[in-house]
């Protein structure tokens, strides 16, 4: 999941917040048997007064979080990603955590990073949004991190930002290139920034959970993503939030005020 946006102006947090309550209640039976759950970035949309309305919503949602994580035994990661959004405000959970002394598997993720999971037997790499100004440059670190652990690939990748394919209209030397990373990761590749759910080979971009803005009209969510030693039978299945606020824009042309109205 990606790009959730809380404190958005036009898209309010009460509406965001209930939607992610229902969607957790709706598809309980497909998340309880999950491993981890991993919110690439974005989870905020600004920065948020405390104590403003916005930021208590979003501190509640967060703490219910976490403490679905705790009872169903599932690992939580967060990713940091835009600055502009998220201004590491996640670490909050960090806090919250510690504070109320909760057993739960939980890394924040705001650099370039490899973790390896023992007890899955698997290397993830982060990478969050504008970590450097040009990709290349981050190429270059995410090979020298795999040389230092001497492995050549990692089995998943999370990701902020963008691939090449996402925004073909311009070239940015920001995006990411799709072969590259390919080669450097096993399994899947998911990255979110790019509110539109797209799919690249193995790179998953599952999208905004929410729609925010209008041109989003396409469905809104997140990934479930099965990943098994034989890359062979890997699967993932978009799950739709199917409450997602609608923008709608209607266009009458020469008609009379009283049959518009």
């Known amino acids: 999941m990606s790009d959730i946006h809380l404190g958005h102006p036009i898209n309010k947090t009460p509406y965001i917040v209930n939607n992610l309550d229902k969607f957790f209640k709706d598809y309980y039976k497909e998340f309880k048997y999950l491993n981890t759950i991993f919110i690439a970035g974005d989870i905020f949309d600004r920065l948020l007064a405390n104590p403003s309305s916005d930021y208590l919503l979003a501190t509640e949602w ?11 035994k599932i ?28 057993d739960v598997d939980y890394l924040y993720i705001d650099t370039l990073h490899i973790e390896y999971l023992k007890d899955e037997n698997i290397y993830i790499l982060y990478i969050p949004d504008e970590y450097n100004p ?26 902020h930002g963008q691939f090449h394919y996402q925004l073909p209209m311009v070239t940015l030397e920001s995006s990411h290139t799709e072969e590259e990373y390919l080669n450097l990761v096993k399994h899947y590749i998911s990255i979110g920034h790019i509110h539109i759910p797209s799919v690249y080979s193995r790179i998953l971009a599952q999208g905004s959970f929410d729609r925010l803005q209008h041109n989003e009209e396409e469905p809104k969510g997140a990934m479930v993503i099965s990943v098994y030693e034989d890359k062979e039978q890997d699967s993932y299945k978009f799950l739709e939030n199917k409450n997602a606020m609608i923008f709608k824009t209607i266009k009458f042309d020469n008609e009379p005020l009283d049959v518009i109205v």
Not at 134 to 150: C, G, M, P, S, W
Not at 152 to 159: G, H, K, N, S, T
Request: charged share 30%; with cysteine; hydrophobic share 45%.
């Open 75 to 102: 690992k939580l990661r967060i990713l940091e990603g835009t600055p502009s959004h998220d201004w590491k405000q996640a670490k909050l959970i960090t806090s919250i955590i510690n504070k109320l002394k909760i």
């Open 134 to 159: 040009k990709a290349i440059n981050t190429l270059q670190e995410v090979k020298a991190k795999l040389k230092e652990l001497n492995i050549e690939q990692v089995d998943i990748a999370i990701m």
């Open 62 to 72: 967060i703490t219910e979080l976490v403490l679905y994580c705790k009872n169903n």
